[in-house]
Structures are given as structure tokens and as C-alpha cells.
């Protein structure tokens, strides 16, 4: 019986998501024996681009080679799979920025950067946005970067053609089975883990650093009942949206008043 095909791509991202595979350790050897890997630029050399069983994307939608990239990998994908909040919600990618672009380039390597940098060709720029905005996307696997643990149960649940179900209750219910004080009604601090996906085991909070949703939001997230503790304690408006939006491409965001 041949072996299940995969690729793994990634579009506009720093490869975190990648790494992490590449992390597995003992693992990988595991992984490599049970399938055959067609794609996986980060990791081998003879790539081929043909038709897989699954594909694990990393990154989101930044530019129009992004876009033709990502449609060409889900047309001869039997499954693909959103990696990292990037490819899920939008990641950091998705964040409001106002700055023009030469302004930022003049900012960090002067004149001579920007003079450099028009004489480079630049893809044409799309809003950064994620996978499931233009393509199918068959499941989700968020963090920033994947959690090892939920990157080999999903691997193994392909394996043997089970279908896994990734967490779908907030972060806060985590803080609970581990008995962490809420730093956010306690401690009056910024954490986002009433509208965050658990899976984390409530990493940050347990160390007394609130949460800032690099998980991207639970389903059905009461954003109104957050932004209203959060007006109660001081913080405005703008800030509150800016921070929300950090991970998120969420335009409701911009509907809270």
C-alpha cells in the first residue's frame, strides 16, 4: 500500500510553524517512515510540486504570489490544513499598521534602503489575511507557533483516518483545571483568555503573564462582555481594539463602540 503523500508550504510567515515540525526530534524520524514527503523546502532539497493527500500551510495571504501560491497547493490537495495562527486568523501579519511602507524602510535602513528598495521588483500587496478567507481550509490548527502535541495527534489521526477534534472552549477554562488565580478580574490586568481557544494549558497565565490571544479567538468570542470589563478598568477604546487585534484579522473589532 503506498504511503500517504504531503507537502508542507509556507506563504508570508517567519516558518515558526515549520520549526516546530522540524522540533518533533524523535518524532521526525517516526513521521518520515509512515509518509512520503513531496514538499518540505525548509527541510529537504528535490522537491515536487504534484498531487498530495495533504498539505500543512503555514503563513498568510500577503501578496498576490501568496494568493496564486496557496491556490495552486489547495487544487491538488486532497486535504489542507491551516498552520499557526497566521494561516488560521491572520496572525501578526493582520495587524492594523498606518505606516507607509517607505516611511518604515527609511525608519530602520535610511535613504539608501528606500533607494534600494524601489529597484527591487515588489509584489503587488493584498490586506494580509488568512487561508480560509479564499480557499477550503479542512482544518485549523492555531498557535504562535503550533503546539508540538497538536501537530502529532492530527498527524497521527490522519494516519489512521480519524478525525480529531481540536479544543473549542476558552483559555480561562484551562486557568481553572490548573487553579491560576484570573489575572484578569483578580489581578485587574489585560488578558484576553475569556475570548482566546484553549490548548496552551494556560501557559502565559500560569506564569502570571496575562494572555494576548496568539491562539485566535474561541468560537462565538463575547467580545462586548470583555470590552466592558475592560472599559471598567480604565483602558479606551483604541487600546482595547489594538490589542484584540494583534493575532486576529476581525473586522467586527472595528464595529465595538
Known amino acids: 500500500m503506498p504511503k500517504p503523500r504531503i507537502g508542507i508550504y509556507g506563504l508570508s510567515s517567519c516558518a515558526g510553524d515549520q520549526l516546530t515540525i522540524l ?133 497521527k489521526s490522519f494516519l489512521h483516518g480519524d478525525i480529531i477534534e481540536l479544543p473549542s472552549f476558552p483559555l480561562c477554562s484551562e486557568c481553572k483545571m490548573v487553579e491560576n488565580e484570573c489575572l484578569l478580574v483578580n489581578s485587574r490586568l489585560f488578558c484576553l483568555g475569556p475570548v482566546t481557544i484553549a490548548g496552551c494549558k494556560a501557559r502565559c497565565p500560569s506564569h502570571n503573564i496575562p494572555c494576548i490571544g496568539c491562539h485566535g479567538p474561541v468560537d462565538e468570542a463575547n467580545y462586548a462582555g470583555e470590552v466592558n470589563i475592560l472599559l471598567d478598568m480604565g483602558y479606551t477604546l483604541e487600546e482595547i481594539k489594538r490589542k484584540m487585534g494583534i493575532f486576529v484579522f476581525n473586522p467586527n473589532l472595528e464595529q465595538i463602540q
Not at 112 to 131: F, R, T
Request: with cysteine; proline share 5%; net charge negative.
Open 23 to 155: 522540533n518533533c526530534e524523535d518524532e521526525l524520524l517516526e513521521i518520515a517512515s509512515r509518509v512520503d514527503i513531496k514538499s518540505f523546502i525548509m527541510a529537504q532539497t528535490g522537491n515536487e510540486e504534484t498531487n498530495i493527500d495533504l498539505a500543512l500551510v503555514e503563513g498568510t495571504v500577503s501578496t498576490i504570489r501568496d494568493l496564486e501560491r496557496l491556490k495552486e497547493i489547495r487544487s491538488r490537495a486532497a486535504i489542507l490544513v491551516a498552520m499557526g495562527t497566521c494561516a488560521s486568523w491572520g496572525g501578526m501579519y493582520a495587524m492594523r499598521n498606518d505606516i507607509p511602507r517607505a516611511e518604515m524602510i527609511k525608519g530602520v535602513y535610511g535613504e539608501k534602503g528606500v533607494e534600494y528598495s524601489d529597484s527591487l521588483p515588489v509584489p503587488e500587496v493584498l490586506p494580509a489575511q488568512p487561508l480560509k478567507n479564499f480557499v477550503k481550509v479542512d482544518l485549523s490548527i492555531p498557535g504562535c507557533p503550533i503546539e508540538k502535541k497538536w501537530f502529532l495527534r492530527i498527524f
